[in-house]
Nanobody, 125 residues
Framework: DVQLVESGGGSVQRGGSLRLSCVVSGYTYSSHCMGWFRQSPGKKREGVAHLDSGKMIRYTDSVKGRFTISLDNAKNILYLQMNNLQPEDTAMYYC???????????????????WGEGTQVTVSS
């Protein structure tokens, strides 16, 4: 079974930084599309950043220049480095894998089959 376990969330002040990690196990395909989503209370889950084995990297506009997604292939860990955090970044953050060998043909929530349980990020002003 594919399992994703996130960590690294916490509480920071405006302008602070956090690095989220997602340990991936059980995914045996050589190609992949992975990413981070977030959800705030009362809002829909939104995509934050995605990458695939075809070298595609994509960010939602609100995090461009502040967040960096990366993958350590040797350790099977997906990262999200978040700098200059703002109160509007407060959310539960989830990592996800699109599917069995799929690249990031599209990155809607419904395209992703495997999900972690999430890690909470809270940014105070």
């Amino acid at each position: 079974d594919v399992q994703l376990v996130e960590s690294g969330g916490g509480s920071v002040q405006r302008g602070g930084s956090l690095r989220l990690s997602c340990v991936v196990s059980g995914y045996t395909y050589s190609s992949h599309c992975m990413g981070w989503f977030r959800q705030s209370p009362g809002k829909k889950r939104e995509g934050v950043a995605h990458l695939d084995s075809g070298k595609m990297i994509r960010y939602t506009d609100s995090v461009k220049g502040r967040f960096t997604i990366s993958l350590d292939n040797a350790k099977n860990i997906l990262y999200l480095q978040m700098n200059n955090l703002q109160p509007e970044d407060t959310a539960m953050y989830y990592c996800a894998i699109r599917g069995d060998g799929d690249l990031c043909y599209s990155v809607f929530e419904g395209d992703f089959r495997y999900w972690g349980e999430g890690t909470q990020v809270t940014v105070s002003s």
